[in-house]
């Protein structure tokens, strides 16, 4: 299950956001997701987001979420912080 949820993981932020990563951020992504290397895949897309100040929806972030949680990732959770959007209160 924990494969499951890495994996399909890695593989919609590739999909998700592929435009959003340069040629080589792309290429090095895809290499990792071929190898079922999907940490760096993961790690790989959310540098590039954070980099260009983009965030990711809701569902995407609790699915983040749930992945670090189950790894306890917790060097990683200042890129998750950068992807989340800012909420502001109606």
Same mark, same amino acid.
Do not use: S
């Given at each position: 299950? %924990?494969?499951t949820l890495e994996s399909d993981l890695a593989w919609h @932020?590739?999909?998700q !956001?592929? &435009?959003e990563l340069s040629e080589i951020?792309? &290429?090095t992504v895809f290499i990792h997701l071929g190898i079922e290397? !999907? %940490?760096p895949a993961i790690? =790989?897309?959310l540098t590039a987001l954070a980099a260009h100040r983009q965030s990711v929806p809701e =569902?995407? @972030?609790q699915q983040l979420h749930s992945w670090m949680g189950l790894y306890h990732w &917790?060097?990683?959770r200042d890129l998750v912080d950068r992807v989340t959007p800012i909420r502001v209160d109606a």
């Open positions: 299950m %924990v494969r @932020l590739a999909q !956001y592929r &435009h951020e792309c &290429h290397d !999907y %940490v790690i =790989g897309v =569902g995407t @972030l &917790h060097t990683h």
